[in-house]
């Protein structure tokens, strides 16, 4: 039977088999494949744990136990989960860094960078309340505290948190919600990184020289698929150590003691891969202050190819680029560790310091960088 007649091969060939990639992309452009590899851990594990999982105040915390001493290999599913979760994140976060040194939000693959970045939104919003779901201290406390931000919003801020919770208080109801909506997302992720992989394949790739490579393309099988997997092994062997040797490594303490209402944990903190953003949050002396320049921290990375103001993608041919990228990536690393640390000096100021810089390098620093650049490359054209 020819393949032509099977729209479904005909579209699995022409995406996976004889998609015409760069020639020069490196193993940095593996870590798109990789974030799909998590999604379907993650997928695959959340349904089997959906199995055995109760979502009630009174068993939740339990039922983890059972799933923990009593499953077949639950341990393994839970331990899978929760480190998986932590790897979806860090596969993210270096793809987006990529994107940002090479470039690649830049036209004609802006909307396929608008789409990553709401993805990167829909997995904040499926990790917190999974974060929710088994019922620790930390679980409690943390859904307490970022729910109430929400009442920050003038006239109907009350409102929306007594929605949210169900009820006066995070309780039962809103731990059925939360479970609910932690099942639903992760496949509304799916749908969206589907249309993020159909608008890069209109397009094609970029590449680390960010420069159209039309005619300088081979197909994606066997070369890159081989490249791919090597990679995955890799990253394999990475997660398997950290399942196998370290698998409470990235947990909190104080998340492994069940709920208690009537007592609350001396320094409440969220997941690592929240951290930097909850530095942007505290950083700002005011309530609502502090919720928009939260949000504004990542619908800032969506404008991105609005703001960019510079013909040249590629960051190997922008020095001046190149350091003040690597000082954000740093000030990233620095907002990190200040979320996790006490509210107090001189760690308020540090985070202030590190907050200013995140914001000036995206609102001041990259559109007046690409008309510096624009200015001295016609300088040199006149000499």
């Not at 399942?243 to 997941?271: C, K, Q, R, S």
Request: glycine share 6%; charged share 10%; net charge neutral.
């Amino acid at each position: 039977m020819r393949l032509t007649k099977q729209p479904i091969l005909l579209t699995l060939n022409n995406h996976l088999i004889d998609y015409p990639t760069p020639i020069n992309i490196h193993y940095a452009w593996t870590f798109g494949f990789l974030s799909a590899m998590c999604l379907i851990v993650q997928l695959i594990t959340g349904i089997f744990l959906a199995m055995h999982y109760t979502p009630h105040v009174d068993l939740a915390f339990v039922s983890l136990e059972h799933i923990m001493r009593d499953v077949n290999y639950g341990w393994f599913l839970r331990y899978c989960h929760a480190n998986g979760a932590s790897m979806f994140f860090i596969v993210v976060y270096i793809h987006i860094f990529r994107g940002l040194y090479f470039g690649s939000y830049t036209k004609p693959r802006h909307w396929v960078w608008v789409v990553g970045i709401i993805i990167l939104l829909l997995m904040i919003i499926t990790a917190f309340i999974g974060y929710v779901l088994p019922w620790g201290q930390m679980s409690l406390w943390g859904a307490t505290v970022i729910t109430n931000l929400v009442s920050a919003i003038p006239i109907v801020g009350n409102q929306l948190v007594s929605w949210l919770w169900g009820g006066f208080s995070v309780d039962n109801a809103t731990l059925n919600r939360f479970f609910s909506l932690h099942y639903l997302l992760p496949f509304v992720i799916a749908a969206a990184s589907l249309v993020h992989l159909a608008l890069l394949h209109q397009d094609g790739s970029g590449n680390p020289l960010g420069v159209n490579s039309t005619v300088d393309k081979i197909s994606i099988y066997p070369y890159f698929i081989i490249k791919d997997f090597l990679g995955l092994a890799i990253f394999v062997s990475f997660f398997s150590i950290c399942i196998f040797f370290y698998p409470n490594l990235l947990g909190h303490p104080d998340n492994y003691i069940e709920a208690n209402p009537m007592v609350t944990p001396a320094h409440i903190v969220p997941e690592w891969y929240f951290l930097p953003f909850y530095a942007i949050l505290r950083s700002i002396p005011h309530k609502l202050g502090g919720v928009i320049a939260m949000i504004s921290a990542i619908v800032i990375l969506g404008l991105l190819p609005w703001i960019h103001t510079t013909e040249i993608r590629s960051s190997r041919f922008r020095p001046i680029y190149r350091f003040f990228y690597w000082v954000m990536i740093s000030c990233c690393i620095l907002l990190g560790w200040i979320g996790g640390m006490p509210v107090e000096e001189p760690y308020i100021l540090i985070g202030q310091l590190a907050s200013f810089y995140y914001f000036f390098y995206f609102i001041i620093f990259l559109p007046s960088l690409g008309q510096l650049e624009k200015f001295l490359l016609e300088f040199k054209r006149s000499l």
